[in-house]
């Protein structure tokens, strides 16, 4: 059985056993690629000692589901599988795992490109970074809206 394509979790995750499962039943699958983002320990200059990230649970789950939907539109690709993090996360922890598998690799690249770039812009998630001055929200990056913007997509942070 094909793994859920969306995961919103505390716990962390194994992109071993992520690829596995998604190359399981598929044998027309010639790549994979996949992404991991992690926790920086800086973010704009400044030390990070924790983040904690919040989600509307059903309506993040949701909106990334719209985003694998717009990236078989796009690509030929044949499953992909979007874990994201929430909860406290300490710098070096995993957030974010993007696994795309396809018949050929360009597609592969691309639609896992495509879905990080969605998902720093357009998820609904709210990101919160303890430092030595206090806690602060982690603002939409201007970069990342002009990486989603390649895409042929509007951002909703302007």
């Not at 039943?25 to 904690?52: P, Y």
């Not at 949701?62 to 690709?77: G, L, N, T, V, Y």
Request: charged share 25%.
């Amino acid at each position: 059985m094909m793994p859920a394509r969306v995961s919103i979790q505390t716990e962390d995750f194994d992109l071993s056993k992520e690829v596995a499962a998604l190359r399981a039943q598929d044998h027309g699958v010639g790549a994979v690629c996949s992404f991991i983002g992690t926790v920086r320990d800086r973010n704009d200059g400044t030390s990070v000692s924790t983040m904690e990230l919040e989600h509307y649970p059903g309506m993040t789950e949701k909106a990334i589901e719209a985003m694998i939907d717009e990236a078989h539109r796009r690509f030929r690709i044949n499953a992909a599988r979007v874990i994201h993090r929430v909860g406290l996360l300490n710098p070096g922890d995993q957030i974010v795992l993007v696994a795309v598998t396809s018949p050929h690799r360009g597609d592969s690249f691309q639609a896992c490109e495509f879905l990080m770039d969605y998902l720093k812009t357009q998820a609904p998630f709210w990101k919160k970074e303890k430092t030595p001055e206090g806690e602060r929200w982690v603002d939409a990056r201007v970069s990342d809206d002009a990486a989603l913007a390649r895409w042929g997509l509007p951002s909703a942070n302007t």
